[in-house]
């Protein structure tokens, strides 16, 4: 049956084994993170040499997973079969065969990475209900923000309100690469003082805490021209780090949420958060850029950002550098 991470870990670390654990889905986080503990923590290392086998789809055929799987496991209790990489197997529909009548014996799991099953298939139905189906969908960007402060939260560490929107703009959507970057700012905070502040992360991982898309799209919806050119023009000047595109979807974002804020009824802090997909403490930030962007200039800024997305990929404008055409974009939102 279809669970969460947290409920397989929890059974996981009870010793509650399954005999099937098919992990699918478009985000690999959860799905290594649940092989990794089965491959670490079932058998012991004594045992792990004869009863634990890992194999690769392009290596392997079906056939061959369920005659291993049939086998029993020598002097331990269980024996551990994972199929690394299994969306590329052949027919896999024909594990069916197997997932009807496991091995109690035998812990399979099958990492079927990037894909997920038809849920039309006798394969996908028998595994949601006879065995364990977990399925790891890739999180919006507007839902990274919420989980990299509760990742932070899980291990007692506090961050600056902005930290995790800074993270996001940066990183995206890769929760290995999120969580490896956190873990390498963990490692340096203080024992006394464990907090993330915008220093350390550009310190650490050279996210500049001045020069970002988050502080762009605040420096716009508060309409400081001075700071947002001066942005701008670092942006210019390090266009690799700074790809117009991404500075582009980011000012997008914000103004499209501004205008649903501007059409919102209930414009208390908890129903704004809720509404925009925000946290509360960037409310205000709306606030404030809804009394400088009214509808109809809101409806404009979205208007030239289209305009100007579609020229920063050379449609309609061939000669400006990615530069020169944020500069004016910029310029001519901020005089709108």
């Given at each position: 049956?279809?669970?969460?991470?947290?409920?397989?870990?929890?059974?996981?670390?009870?010793?509650?084994?399954?005999?099937?654990?098919?992990?699918?889905g478009e985000e690999p986080y959860y799905i290594d993170l649940i092989t990794e503990f089965i491959e670490k923590n079932?058998?012991?290392?004594?045992?792990?040499?004869?009863?634990?086998?890992?194999?690769?789809?392009?290596?392997?055929?079906?056939?061959?997973?369920?005659?291993?799987?049939?086998?029993?496991?020598?002097?331990?209790?269980?024996?551990?079969?994972?199929?690394?990489?299994?969306?590329?197997?052949?027919?896999?529909?024909?594990?069916?065969?197997?997932?009807?009548?496991?091995?109690?014996?035998?812990?399979?799991?099958?990492?079927?990475?990037?894909?997920?099953?038809?849920?039309?298939?006798?394969?996908?139905?028998?595994?949601?209900?006879?065995?364990?189906?977990?399925?790891?969908?890739?999180?919006?960007?507007?839902?990274?923000?919420?989980?990299?402060?509760?990742?932070?939260?899980?291990?007692?560490?506090?961050?600056?309100p902005s930290v995790s929107a800074m993270l996001t703009e940066y990183l995206g959507t890769d929760l290995h690469k999120?969580?490896?970057?956190?873990?390498?700012?963990?490692?340096?905070?203080?024992?006394?003082?464990?907090?993330?502040?915008?220093?350390?992360?550009?310190?650490?991982?050279?996210?500049?805490?001045?020069?970002?898309?988050?502080?762009?799209?605040?420096?716009?919806?508060?309409?400081?021209?001075?700071?947002?050119?001066?942005?701008?023009?670092h942006f210019a000047n390090n266009p690799k780090d700074n790809p117009i595109t991404l500075t582009i979807a980011s000012?997008?974002?914000?103004?499209?949420?501004?205008?649903?804020?501007?059409?919102?009824?209930?414009?208390?802090?908890?129903?704004?958060?809720?509404?925009?997909?925000?946290?509360?403490?960037?409310?205000?930030?709306?606030?404030?850029?809804?009394?400088?962007?009214?509808?109809?200039?809101?409806?404009?800024?979205?208007?030239?950002?289209?305009?100007?997305?579609?020229?920063?990929?050379?449609?309609?404008?061939?000669?400006?550098?990615?530069?020169?055409?944020?500069?004016?974009?910029?310029?001519?939102?901020?005089?709108?």
């Amino acid at each position: 049956m279809p669970v969460s991470y947290d409920e397989i870990i929890s059974d996981l670390k009870k010793r509650i084994y399954k005999p099937v654990y098919f992990l699918a889905g478009e985000e690999p986080y959860y799905i290594d993170l649940i092989t990794e503990f089965i491959e670490k923590n079932v058998l012991d290392e004594s045992e792990r040499s004869f009863n634990q086998l890992i194999l690769y789809g392009d290596d392997t055929s079906v056939a061959s997973i369920i005659e291993i799987s049939r086998r029993f496991p020598m002097m331990s209790s269980h024996q551990v079969v994972i199929i690394r990489e299994a969306q590329t197997l052949k027919k896999i529909e024909d594990l069916v065969v197997y997932v009807e009548k496991p091995l109690p014996s035998t812990i399979l799991v099958i990492n079927y990475k990037y894909k997920i099953l038809d849920k039309r298939t006798r394969l996908y139905k028998v595994l949601n209900s006879q065995a364990v189906y977990f399925e790891s969908s890739r999180l919006r960007d507007y839902q990274v923000p919420a989980w990299i402060d509760r990742y932070m939260m899980a291990k007692g560490i506090k961050s600056e309100p902005s930290v995790s929107a800074m993270l996001t703009e940066y990183l995206g959507t890769d929760l290995h690469k999120i969580a490896n970057e956190l873990e390498k700012l963990i490692i340096t905070l203080p024992a006394e003082k464990p907090l993330i502040t915008t220093a350390l992360i550009e310190k650490n991982i050279g996210i500049s805490k001045d020069y970002n898309n988050f502080e762009l799209q605040k420096a716009v919806g508060e309409r400081n021209i001075l700071k947002a050119n001066m942005i701008v023009h670092h942006f210019a000047n390090n266009p690799k780090d700074n790809p117009i595109t991404l500075t582009i979807a980011s000012l997008f974002s914000y103004f499209s949420k501004l205008l649903t804020y501007h059409y919102l009824r209930d414009k208390s802090k908890n129903n704004v958060a809720s509404a925009l997909k925000i946290n509360s403490f960037f409310v205000k930030d709306y606030e404030a850029a809804a009394s400088v962007y009214n509808v109809a200039k809101t409806v404009r800024v979205i208007s030239l950002l289209r305009s100007y997305d579609m020229k920063s990929k050379g449609f309609g404008d061939l000669s400006s550098e990615p530069g020169d055409l944020l500069k004016e974009l910029i310029f001519k939102i901020l005089h709108i």
